[in-house]
């Protein structure tokens, strides 16, 4: 099992920025791609961005250029910098962590509990 815990989320204004923060414990050593993940009301989850076990990123085109994942490994912590906040960006936003085999299947998926991030206009 892993346990992922987020922190960061809060209000901020148009143009401002934010950085959230996962915690990761447990049997973090089978992960191999973490990520964050949203939620805005009335829409369904959404991916925004992965960092694979290699360092290698990928984003959403809709955060592209603004959002920056990055980790700490001594810390067992992935973050997502998020610059140029708009209200489009408003969402509960989620940790995922990703135990995938080579094809890319998952073998086994984790989620925090979400931390709430809202964009003021």
């Known amino acids: 099992q892993v346990q992922l815990v987020e922190s960061g989320g809060g209000l901020v204004q148009t143009g401002g920025s934010l950085r959230l923060s996962c915690a990761a414990s447990?049997?973090?050593?089978?992960?191999?791609?973490m990520g964050w993940h949203r939620q805005a009301p009335g829409k369904q989850r959404e991916w925004v961005a992965t960092?694979?076990?290699?360092?290698?990123?990928d984003y959403a085109d809709s955060v592209k250029g603004r959002f920056t994942i990055s980790r700490d490994n001594a810390k067992n912590a992935v973050y997502l910098q998020m610059n140029s906040l708009n209200p489009e960006d408003t969402a509960v936003y989620y940790c995922?962590?990703?135990?995938?085999?080579?094809?890319?299947?998952?073998?086994?998926?984790?989620w925090g509990q979400g931390t709430q991030v809202t964009v003021s206009s």
């Open positions: 995922n962590a990703k135990n995938t085999d080579r094809r890319g299947v998952i073998l086994s998926e984790y």
């Open positions: 447990g049997s973090i050593s089978t992960i191999n791609r």
């Open positions: 960092i694979m076990g290699g360092g290698s990123t």
